[in-house]
């Protein structure tokens, strides 16, 4: 290792050498913002191949009643790329997920962790009760609104690409989220077991 260290510092004192010869300027460049990509429920289901395993195994802790909590936080984890969005697309669009829940709801969280964007992005993907005027009220009304929204039906929220491991702006989110009502469930797909231990509920392994 300490060989390799001394000739990445000689490869640095020749590029150092070799800018001022050509008398190159270093400059700062500013980076771009990355955007962020949006996540929806709609995909054509039968080009995805070895995902049935997995999504009847998450079709049946959605469906299962064995749990303490109202309303059980199911947290999918993994690298980008395994397809965690995928199978939680597959388990959104099932019939019998369908046929369960009175109201679905998906929601691209992402690296942006702002309660009062999530409470728009939800109350918009209920789009029967969505009111242009909802983006200009402060936070306190989005949260009633959401409440009774989420009180009124059994529902199933995907909350996709979630990348806040703040647990004091999860627990507010999620005090908003939790009904009293049994029987409607959360799913969380994130790249961070972090992020997966804060959010799942008591009983529930990632």
């Excluded at 270093?26 to 995902?51: A, D, F, G, H, K």
């Excluded at 806040?164 to 009502?181: M, P, Q």
Aim: glycine share 6%; with cysteine; net charge negative.
């Amino acid at each position: 290792m300490g060989s390799k260290l001394n000739n990445i510092e000689k490869r640095l004192d020749e590029i150092v050498i070799q800018m001022r010869l050509f008398e190159f300027v270093v400059t700062q460049v500013e980076r771009l913002i990355e955007t962020e990509t949006e996540t929806c429920p709609s995909m054509n289901t039968r080009r995805i191949i070895r995902r049935e395993d997995d999504k009847e195994e998450l079709v049946r802790l959605l469906l299962s009643s064995g749990y303490e909590e109202n309303v059980p936080i199911i947290p999918i984890v993994g690298i980008g790329g395994l397809g965690k969005t995928t199978l939680a697309h597959l388990v959104y669009e099932d019939h019998r997920i369908k046929e369960n829940f009175t109201k679905r709801l998906w929601v691209c969280i992402s690296n942006d962790f702002d309660i009062k964007r999530i409470l728009l992005k939800i109350l918009q993907e209920d789009g029967d009760n969505w009111h242009s005027s909802f983006s200009k009220e402060g936070l306190q009304h989005l949260q009633k609104q959401v409440t009774k929204l989420l009180s009124d039906d059994k529902f199933l929220l995907s909350l996709d690409d979630v990348w806040n491991g703040d647990v004091v702006k999860w627990n507010r989110l999620g005090d908003l989220l939790i009904t009293r009502e049994r029987g409607s469930r959360i799913v969380v797909t994130t790249h961070s077991e972090t992020v997966a231990l804060i959010v799942r509920t008591c009983n529930m392994e990632p």
